[in-house]
């Protein structure tokens, strides 16, 4: 199995064969771009130099435009395992994938494992693998911690999970063997970007409102104080040349927050709320420096 999977890999990191793969994210991610991804490819500079995408999260634009030699970083380490697997060893995950089974007792299993002492002796593989089992089925594919960095978002009850995205895990690690991966806050991109490179930034969102925040995606709170650092960035990486465009939402906070900037509001799908009447329509804002 390791070596057709390998052929695989030979056939996508052929330069014009690669052009013509479709890659997907993989993971359903708390604020992933999949719904706004028209709205931003509107907005992509005409011409640019390095990729470069911090907040990686789901990595929506990053598999859509497969940009060569790009940069992704996050803060969480389990979701930078898994992109580290998926670019060396996509055959390894894939195996670990199929022993999965979709049952609660399998599921909270596999929950709970990171509780216990011998979690830290697991593999790097069999991390990922659980990573991606616990989104494919746990409910309303919800990455959410707790305090202490524990995953815990219930069982979901799917008949038919996609669990193993086989031919799209295989072309993503074609495109992750030419990437950069860091963990790493958002501000490691100061030292990297050069003048004539692109950044997307897509932090956590300023809560429309008291009861509206979800900011916990790692054990970390994205606060305002945070806001006001990658604001104060945005203005450094401009005086430097490079281009970022930002997301974020519409709020009196960011547009006053980047009022110099070329702020425009689009539309976009509510992605995470568990009443389907609380999801629907709503306005954020593209912010760019160009």
């Known amino acids: ?24 994210p993989f993971l359903k991610w708390p604020g992933g771009k999949r719904q706004l991804l028209r709205e931003l490819l509107k907005r992509l500079p005409k ?41 060396d060893s996509v055959e390894e995950l894939i195996i670990s994938l199929k022993q999965h089974k979709n049952t609660e007792k399998h599921f909270y299993e596999l929950r709970s494992a ?16 659980r990573l991606i089992y ?4 746990c409910f309303n594919g919800l990455y959410r911690m707790n305090s202490d960095g524990h995953f815990n978002v219930p069982f979901g009850f799917y008949k038919k999970p996609n669990i193993i995205d086989e031919d799209n895990l295989i072309a993503c690690s074609a495109l992750l063997k030419k990437t950069e991966i860091a963990l790493a806050s958002f501000e490691a991109v100061e030292k990297k970007a050069q003048k004539g490179d ?24 994205f606060d305002l104080d945070a806001q006001f650092a990658l604001r104060e960035l945005c203005n ?7 281009n ?47």
């Open 47 to 87: 011409t640019y130099n390095r990729f470069f995408e911090p907040f990686f999260g789901g990595g929506a634009l990053f598999f859509k435009i497969k940009p060569e030699y790009g940069y992704i970083s996050d803060i969480n380490p389990d979701l930078i395992n898994l992109y580290e697997v998926v670019q």
């Open 114 to 129: 990171d509780r216990s002492k011998e979690y830290k002796y697991w593999s790097k593989v069999e991390k990922a693998s």
């Open 198 to 221: 692109f950044i997307y930034f897509d932090p956590p969102y300023v809560p429309l409102n008291k009861t509206s925040s979800f900011t916990k995606y790692y054990k970390d709170d």
């Open 236 to 242: 450094r990486l401009t005086k430097k040349g490079v």
């Open 1 to 24: 199995m390791i070596s057709l999977i390998r052929e695989q890999l030979a056939l996508y990191n052929i330069e014009k064969n690669f052009e013509k793969v479709v890659c997907s």
């Open 244 to 290: 970022f465009m930002l997301s974020n939402s519409y709020t009196d906070t960011v547009k006053e927050l980047y009022k110099s900037y070329n702020v425009k509001i689009v539309e976009a799908n509510r992605a995470i709320n568990c009443k389907a009447n609380g999801r629907g329509k709503i306005n954020e804002l593209i912010i760019t420096n160009y």
């Open 134 to 137: 616990l989104n494919k089925t």
